[in-house]
């Protein structure tokens, strides 16, 4: 990302015409060792950083497994499910503990997660042998019909909850208005990979709680991308400083369902060098821009998830080992 030298962010000790170039690498360089974000962000005035500290949840799940996402029951209780490379996985206790939960007596790498938005207990699960659902907090699974490929990522309209949206590894995004019995791609305005002949793989999907026919969808590399009707899908990356000299992540998406702050959290991270990894959070304003957060985060750290935990007003960033806290901004 360019940065651009303003006099507004020398320190009052500096005077413009003393060596004015050498004071702005200063600066730039200061910034970004004491607050380990973008010089650019971090120097914008306004509110302090947000402060992250390590959670009492755990990200070391059972069998040493990856998370790749982890998702609250919705309903301000304790319980949390993750998706792994070893097969689903539940935690009684906001995720101190976790416990295996086999589909059909298998442990499988689990590539879509989402749970239902109203009836406590049912969840749906895609992993490489299709779609699965659970009425039962995973004690026993139904196979789904789906799309050919894998789903890859899933979501479940708030308002209308027999309308689900599925992202599969090779045949783009799916919709079920009939909880998941039909499907019909709607792929119009995604990217198509540079091969040509499937769409870009989305990571992660997030559907307005007000309408069905808003949905968000995260690409690597690419960004975010929106439909508003539910059929055709353009760019939203809008504030967010693409494009990035180097590769980023998916990024992560996180929705605060409270009637406090009510926004939509985004995080990604992407390598500055071969050894320095850096993430970045937004939000979204009501400009339906992503307005950058000033944080203070450790090199290096890789977000697997991005929660929002309502009850606490806390918003977690889910590491391969740690879990890292901040209340939400205000």
Known sequence: MSVRTRRDWTPAGFKSQCFPAIAAVLVYALTAVVLGSSPGWAQRKGAAAME???AAASAKMAGDAKVYRVIG???????LFSATTAGLQMSEDAGRFWQKLPIRGRDERIFALEIHPTIAGKLYVGRSDGLWLSTDSGRSWDALTAPGSVPVALAVSPSEPDTLYLATSRQGVHKSKDGGRTWQQISTGLPVSHSGNSV???SQLWVDPGNANKVL?????LGVFRTVDGKVWDEFNNGLPFPFPRPVSGAKLAYDSSQISNH???AMEHPLHSHLMRARLFVLDEQEAWRPLRVRLPDNFPVRSLVVDAA????QLWGDQTVLEAPLPR
Do not use: H, T
């Open 264 to 266: 939509v959290y985004l």
């Open 52 to 54: 992250f500290a390590p």
């Open 312 to 315: 606490r007003q806390k918003l």
């Open 200 to 202: 870009e793989q989305v």
């Open 73 to 79: 029951a919705r309903n301000g209780s304790s319980k």
């Open 217 to 221: 969808a995260s690409i690597e590399r």
